[in-house]
C-alpha cells in the first residue's frame, strides 16, 4: 500500500507543479511517462479523454494556474492483484483561496519499471 500511496501522491505534486507555475518540460514528460499508452481518464463533467487527449491539453496548460496545491488524501485500496491495483483517494484542490473537492478512482498496472496509471475516474465531491 505505501508503494501504491507514494505514487498518488508523487503523480498529483508532479500536476500541480506543471500547472501551477512554468516549469521544464521534463515534469510533463515525468507524467507522461507515468501513464499507459491506452489511458483513459473520466472528468468530472462526464468526458472521456485518451492519453493523447489529456497530455495534449495538459502541454499548453502548463502554469495556467498559479499557485495550485493538490493534496491527496484517504488513499485506500479497493483491490489488487498481481499486475493491478485499484485505488481511491481523495483530491483536495487550492489556488487563490478557492477549494475544491474530488473523489477519484484508478486502476495502476504494474510493470517492470513501476507502477503506470491505467484509469482514472473522477467525481465531484
Same mark, same amino acid.
Given at each position: 500500500m505505501t508503494e501504491v500511496r507514494t505514487e498518488v501522491q508523487r503523480l498529483h505534486r508532479l500536476l500541480a507543479n506543471?500547472?501551477?507555475?512554468?516549469?521544464?518540460?521534463?515534469?510533463?514528460?515525468?507524467?507522461?511517462?507515468? /501513464?499507459?499508452?491506452?489511458?483513459?481518464l473520466i472528468t468530472t463533467d462526464g468526458a472521456v479523454l485518451g492519453a493523447d487527449q489529456l497530455f495534449e491539453?495538459?502541454?499548453?496548460?502548463?502554469?495556467s494556474a498559479p499557485g495550485l496545491a493538490i493534496e491527496v488524501d484517504e488513499v485506500t485500496t479497493v483491490a489488487e492483484t498481481t499486475d493491478l491495483t485499484v485505488v481511491r483517494f481523495?483530491?483536495? /484542490?487550492?489556488?487563490?483561496?478557492?477549494?475544491?473537492?474530488?473523489?477519484?478512482?484508478a486502476v495502476l498496472r504494474r510493470t517492470p519499471t513501476g507502477l503506470r496509471w491505467h484509469h482514472v475516474h473522477e467525481t465531484t465531491a
Open positions: 506543471w500547472l501551477g507555475q512554468r516549469c521544464d518540460p521534463a515534469v510533463l514528460a515525468e507524467l507522461r511517462a507515468a /501513464h499507459a499508452d491506452d489511458f483513459t491539453a495538459l502541454s499548453g496548460a502548463g502554469g481523495r483530491e483536495t /484542490h487550492r489556488q487563490d483561496g478557492a477549494t475544491t473537492t474530488r473523489r477519484t478512482t
